[in-house]
């Protein structure tokens, strides 16, 4: 039997999670459900029906589970609505924008058994989950250093900042998940520091929000780690993870998106990827193929609303600390 799932939220990345839910063999894309005008043509282009309500289409009788894709403010709300109705979760990260309405939405989840899934795709990705097989092989020996790096090609719209829930929770919070998949280790302190220095540094500022940051991690086995964040790096989408043990280290990402380097008198030549869809493609593709095997299987999904609740924790730490001129902070 195919898993019937609705589509709660239709922009950029909902409407590629559509073409992928079209396309696997174990799921039937039933509604596409989103206020905005667009979604209508997303449901047409995958034959889906459209309802522009998401909580008529959590209830719609032949609805099994949702994926949640719309505003991170609406997340918990829709979270709590479909365990209610007894429908599998996949949901988008972060669950909600602060510690309190996320643990009220994953009690829900708990009090009624539902599955949920968080959208933390770079799990997915063949480099990093490769590099977490390395890792849990003991191949690299006693972990000491996490250093990752995530830069977007240019900031977002003004009116998405102050929504967000900053940097630390929109941005970092990847990296934050990769830090604890990678190391198989919590994060016991943070410092950070951010700065404007943007076009958009004004939006930023009256957001108490910063376009570039550095966050320094303390991990309770010791280790120690960086994250460092740029809203608008100008030459592409670059995200990289090292990690070093005392038996060795590795490196996850690349910076050349199209498979040709061009060479003449001014040097070598090639391109960047351009942002994350293409980056990340096939990790999207993959946690969502995971999520509806492990529905159908009965088996347990990941990553899990706890690990969303735990990047959580760190990135609104982070975010004191920035606000606090960088002071280390206890997660």
Excluded at 143 to 156: A, E, F, I, M, T
Excluded at 185 to 213: H, K, N, Q
Excluded at 249 to 265: A, S
């Amino acid at each position: 039997m195919r898993l019937s799932i609705a589509l709660l939220g239709a922009g950029r990345l909902g409407a590629a999670h559509a073409r992928t839910l079209a396309s696997l063999p174990e799921a039937r894309l039933t509604i596409v459900a989103d206020p905005q005008r667009a979604a209508r043509a997303v449901a047409a282009a995958v034959g889906a029906r459209f309802l522009a309500d998401p909580y008529a289409a959590i209830h719609h009788p032949e609805v099994e589970a949702v994926v949640i894709v719309t505003p991170t403010g609406t997340h918990a709300a829709l979270i709590e609505t479909a365990a209610r109705a007894g429908r599998a979760i996949f949901c988008e990260k972060p669950i909600a924008l602060d510690v309190p309405a996320t643990e009220r939405a994953l009690a829900v989840v708990r009090e009624t058994g539902v599955p949920l899934q968080i959208g933390f795709q770079r799990r997915y990705d063949p480099g990093f989950a490769e590099a977490q097989r390395v890792i849990v092989a003991g191949e690299l020996g006693r972990l000491h250093l996490l250093r990752s790096v995530s830069h977007d090609p240019y900031p977002p719209p003004p009116p998405y900042i102050p929504e967000c829930g900053g940097q630390f929770v929109d941005m970092s919070i990847h990296d934050l998940d990769v830090a604890r998949f990678l190391m198989g280790d919590e994060v016991e302190a943070v410092s950070g520091v951010g700065a404007r220095l943007g076009p958009e540094a004004p939006a930023f500022a009256a957001a108490d929000d910063w376009d570039t940051t550095v966050l320094s991690l303390r991990f309770r086995g010791g280790a120690l780690g960086s994250i460092v964040n740029s809203r608008q790096a100008g030459y592409g989408y670059d995200i990289h993870t090292e990690v070093l043990g005392d038996r060795g280290g590795l490196k996850v990402g690349y910076e050349r998106h199209t498979p040709i380097t061009r060479y003449d008198r001014g040097g070598a030549h090639h391109d960047y990827v351009p942002y994350f869809p293409e980056r990340f493609a096939q990790a999207y593709a993959l946690e969502l193929q995971a999520f509806v095997a492990a529905v159908q299987d009965g088996k347990p999904v990941t990553p899990t609303g706890a690990d969303g609740l735990a990047a959580l924790r760190v990135a609104l730490a982070a975010t004191q600390s920035a606000r606090g001129d960088g002071a280390w902070v206890r997660v």
